[in-house]
């Protein structure tokens, strides 16, 4: 049997995919919560890959408190680099919306497009990831970490003790799945 080719979908899934099957057992209502949801989330990856691009170009958006606006135009003032791989080991890594690191300052920006209220944490552990990968002490840095989120921006300083902490945490965790992977 020669088989129907459809190059045009490879690589990508359908909303309704036999791999997430768990559809099969939505009501009309679920389908329609869930949908949205996933439309979103699709609308958050292109405004994600938009904020990149005007970073990269340099391109500011007009003054205005709206998330987009503000998030481009200060990774633009500081002068931020965006989509940046951070890395610690196979186990361990996360790419940071936006990242500076001049003059001793480490600056962290992620940008939500979503509703449901983002966390701190996420930035807290690029930040340690940064130290782990490029040998900063968190004590001999000063961190900015910022999340823009809802039209609103939340400055967050961490101590070098928390950053620390999640240092420790992805060093021994690391090692952990490590001894797991051989056995051990």
């Known amino acids: 049997m020669n088989f129907n ?3 045009r979908l490879e690589g990508q899934h359908a909303f309704l995919s036999a791999s997430k099957y768990h559809w099969i057992n939505y009501d009309e209502e679920k ?3 869930t949908f949205a949801k996933f439309q979103a989330a699709q609308k958050g990856t292109e405004l ?3 904020a990149c691009q005007l ?3 340099g391109v500011k958006l007009p003054k205005s408190k709206k998330t987009l606006n503000r998030y ?5 003032g500081f002068q931020m680099q965006p989509e940046v791989l951070l890395y610690y080991s196979d186990n361990c890594f996360g790419t940071a919306d936006t990242i500076s690191f001049r003059k001793n300052i480490l ?3 992620d940008y939500k497009s979503g509703a449901t209220p983002a966390s701190i944490k996420q930035l807290m552990i690029y930040a340690a990831l940064f130290c782990l990968e490029y040998g900063h002490k968190p004590q001999d840095i000063e961190t900015e970490l910022r ?3 809802s039209d609103d921006m939340v400055l967050y300083i961490p101590t070098p003790e ?3 902490r999640i240092m420790g945490t992805i060093i021994s965790f690391d090692k952990k799945i490590e001894e797991m992977k051989i056995g051990g």
């Open 55 to 57: 970073i990269q170009q």
């Open 5 to 7: 080719l459809h190059s």
């Open 31 to 33: 389908l329609v919560a």
């Open 147 to 149: 999340l823009y989120q």
């Open 72 to 76: 481009v135009n200060d990774g633009i």
């Open 107 to 109: 600056r962290i920006s």
């Open 162 to 164: 928390e950053i620390l």
């Open 48 to 50: 994600h890959a938009l």
